[in-house]
């Protein structure tokens, strides 16, 4: 049996400030991963609970070095190669890259970062969606740790101030 090391995963914040969401900049956050001794980084992204459905996957990144230090602001293209390099899927609106929190009005979401570390960079083409990356990654998985915020608007649209 193969152990699995915990990583230990922070975002800097517990709510979305509104940079990261849609009603900001929709920039992707910096994560702060330690830990760390794998050959590539994953990341997915996950909200758990959309109502009468399932959950939904906001961000798909993968073969990322391994690095302490996941900048934010990754751009919303399939080869990533600045400020880091990396591929990128698939998200659950259809597009590629990180898509932030938009919880329907008058909701409170949470949103899961879920960081594997890899003993290889993977064999997954860019744009493949958070199923694929996935089966890419059994068998390679050494490391894990998440971290999740939340992120609420007010009925008007708004993000809600705390």
Same mark, same amino acid.
């Given at each position: 049996? /193969?152990?699995?090391?915990?990583?230990? $995963?922070?975002?800097?914040? +517990?709510?979305? !400030?509104?940079?990261?969401?849609?009603? *900001?900049?929709?920039?992707?956050?910096?994560?702060?991963?330690?830990?760390?001794?794998?050959?590539?980084?994953?990341?997915?992204?996950?909200?758990?609970?959309?109502?009468?459905?399932?959950?939904?996957?906001?961000?798909?990144?993968?073969?990322?070095?391994?690095?302490?230090? /996941?900048?934010?602001?990754?751009?919303? $293209?399939?080869?990533?190669? +600045?400020?880091? !390099?990396?591929?990128?899927?698939?998200? *659950?609106?259809?597009?590629?890259?990180?898509?932030?929190?938009?919880?329907?009005?008058?909701?409170?979401?949470?949103?899961?970062?879920?960081?594997?570390?890899?003993?290889?960079?993977?064999?997954?083409?860019?744009?493949?969606?958070?199923?694929?990356?996935?089966?890419?990654?059994?068998?390679?998985?050494?490391?894990?740790?998440?971290?999740?915020?939340?992120?609420?608007?007010?009925?008007?649209?708004?993000?809600?101030?705390?």
């Amino acid at each position: 049996m /193969i152990s699995m090391e915990t990583l230990v $995963v922070d975002l800097g914040f +517990s709510i979305f !400030p509104s940079v990261h969401t849609c009603d *900001g900049g929709n920039l992707s956050p910096q994560i702060e991963i330690k830990g760390l001794d794998a050959a590539s980084v994953a990341i997915i992204a996950v909200n758990p609970f959309i109502k009468n459905c399932c959950s939904f996957c906001p961000w798909v990144i993968w073969n990322i070095e391994p690095r302490s230090l /996941i900048p934010a602001g990754i751009p919303r $293209v399939p080869i990533v190669a +600045s400020p880091i !390099p990396a591929l990128q899927g698939t998200n *659950g609106y259809g597009g590629i890259g990180y898509s932030g929190p938009c919880p329907p009005p008058g909701e409170t979401h949470r949103y899961f970062f879920k960081v594997y570390g890899l003993d290889t960079m993977l064999e997954c083409p860019p744009g493949a969606n958070d199923h694929e990356l996935v089966r890419a990654m059994r068998g390679h998985v050494v490391q894990f740790g998440e971290t999740f915020a939340m992120y609420s608007r007010a009925d008007d649209g708004g993000a809600m101030r705390r």
